[in-house]
């Protein structure tokens, strides 16, 4: 009775933690469909199936519209045939083409106990026709983790990529699968995906997606830093790279002294431009309006602020004191820098207030915020050193 009874309760507390685990359905999106690569640069080398594919890749964001269910044969995920590659037959075995189908599902950890261990994450995929990188996204890894060496080819099956060290409890992470087409004519992702934490095969919730619909819907990013402080009260921003990389430390927040609306950054030893200087004003939860002290505009008896518009430009404008407390266009949210190049842990990046999910940066020496893009370029162009004066 006692065996029986400690049986009973094993199978109880199994069945909670697996309840507080939950695992959205499979979706799919096509992507931007056929991707000529640049000349000199091919799929593969003879036989072998070259990683650079990934470098193309354009994971959707994820409140992109294009989404989708992924196709399913008694449950599990059934991608593709032997003739639905979009790519040119012309140029069959030239491995000049790509066509990247990504996959996506959501693992929701957030009301797992606080006992609760990951032991062991994997994901398998059956088969891939051409190749496969699994990904993984949560609040440590904003750009996505992969595991070195754990790509999936052609001609293996059942390959399983080991997430075990960078799951994240607590929160939502997602999986995020890259499958490239590199010749046509099949484009296959068949035999099932397959989540299991330490040893449990998790089964698809079909309902999660639409009971978080919100959650999925409302913000591009997969997984966001957490906000961190702005520490000096005065102030100059120093543009992190111009020219990919080339100045740094040359170029500030600024304007043109015949242009004085336009935010922009300006070259130090430019005589006929003004760099600013700000005094931070605390909105609260790391959110800041940056007020401008240095400002050569008739004021009227007002401040003048940085500020964000509708049509994405950033301005130098006078606010009242309340509007700077008010005006979402002059209130920033203080991020860790979206570079990781070398350095970049002394920079910030800044989220608008106004438009959620866009980024003061620069392009063009000229201030706007724009959406948040993976390349590096805008990673850099969107990351600032703040300068104590």
């Not at 000199?40 to 080398?45: A, D, E, L, P």
């Not at 949560?138 to 293996?156: E, H, M, Q």
Request: aromatic letters at 10%; one cysteine or more; charged letters at 25%.
């Amino acid at each position: 009775m006692r065996k029986q009874t400690f049986i009973f309760l094993t199978c109880l507390a199994f069945a909670t933690i697996a309840n507080a685990q939950a695992l959205s359905t499979w979706q799919v999106s096509k992507g931007e469909g056929v991707i000529n690569l640049p000349n000199g640069v091919k799929s593969r080398n003879g036989s072998d199936r070259l990683p650079v594919v990934y470098d193309y890749a354009m994971v959707p964001a994820k409140n992109a519209p294009q989404w989708e269910l992924a196709p399913t044969t008694n449950g599990q995920v059934n991608y593709g045939n032997s003739s639905s590659s979009s790519l040119d037959k012309a140029k069959y075995n030239m491995f000049t083409q790509i066509d990247i189908t990504y996959f996506r599902a959501f693992l929701d950890l957030r009301n797992v106990s606080k006992d609760f261990k990951i032991q062991k994450a994997t994901v398998t995929i059956g088969n891939v026709d051409d190749q496969a990188r699994m990904l993984l996204y949560n609040s440590a890894n904003i750009d996505g983790t992969k595991v070195d060496g754990l790509d999936g080819r052609r001609g293996g099956k059942d390959f399983t990529t080991d997430f075990t060290n960078v799951i994240r409890l607590g929160e939502i992470n997602t999986f995020i699968i890259l499958q490239v087409d590199d010749n046509c004519c099949g484009n296959i992702l068949t035999g099932g995906i397959t989540v299991r934490i330490n040893d449990m095969e998790l089964k698809p919730d079909t309902e999660w997606i639409t009971k978080n619909k919100t959650i999925i819907s409302t913000s591009s990013q997969y997984a966001e830093e957490k906000p961190v402080a702005l520490e000096a009260d005065k102030f100059k921003v120093n543009a992190f790279s111009v020219n990919q990389g080339q100045g740094r430390g040359i170029y500030y927040f600024g304007y043109n002294n015949n242009d004085l609306t336009t935010g922009r950054i300006v070259r130090a030893d430019d005589a006929n431009a003004t760099i600013l200087q700000i005094k931070k004003v605390d909105i609260g939860n790391n959110t800041y309006a940056f007020k401008v002290e240095n400002y050569l505009a008739n004021s009227g008896g007002k401040n003048a602020y940085l500020v964000a518009s509708e049509d994405k430009k950033v301005k130098i404008e006078y606010l009242d004191d309340k509007a700077g407390f008010t005006n979402k266009g002059a209130q920033f949210i203080s991020l860790p820098a979206f570079t990781k190049d070398k350095g970049a842990e002394q920079f910030l990046s800044f989220e608008s207030k106004l438009k959620p999910g866009y980024y003061l940066r620069h392009s063009g020496f000229v201030l706007s915020i724009d959406e948040l893009h993976p390349s590096e370029l805008f990673k850099q162009d969107a990351s600032w050193l703040i300068q104590k004066m």
